[in-house]
């Protein structure tokens, strides 16, 4: 069965850019629909960006847009989020997760979650 982790997470200055990686175990990644979630203390979950199987299309939220991408390696079994011109708003713990049907922001049509990595922007 599909298992998740994030890595990559860490402190970083404001403007600056920082890569997520979301790691596959058990089966090809490149079968799934894979979404990134953020979480911000005392804020709920919220969709960043979701990457079809296909490794081409995305979902991504107002916030994202513009400033974060989404690729795949399929040799890594791996998905990565490129986020640049980060500002305190982005900080918190990210997650990724398996998007059941297509490709979705809404947590609730997540099947499998990684543990999460944190991120936070600060000077």
């Known amino acids: 069965q599909l298992q998740l982790v994030e890595s990559g997470g860490g402190l970083v200055q404001p403007g600056g850019s920082l890569r997520l990686s979301c790691t596959a175990s058990g089966v090809s990644i490149a079968s799934f629909h894979i979404a990134w979630f953020r979480q911000a203390p005392g804020k709920e979950r919220e969709g960043v960006l979701c990457?079809?199987?296909?490794?081409?299309?995305?979902t991504a939220s107002d916030s994202a847009k513009d400033r974060f991408t989404a690729s795949r390696d399929k040799a890594k079994n791996a998905v990565y989020l490129q986020m640049n011109r980060l500002n305190s708003e982005d900080t918190g713990v990210y997650y990724c997760?398996?998007?059941?049907?297509?490709?979705?922001?809404?947590?609730?049509?997540?099947?499998?979650w990684g543990q999460g990595t944190q991120v936070t922007v600060s000077s």
């Open positions: 997760a398996q998007s059941l049907g297509w490709c979705s922001l809404v947590a609730d049509n997540m099947d499998r």
């Open positions: 990457l079809t199987k296909n490794g081409v299309n995305t």
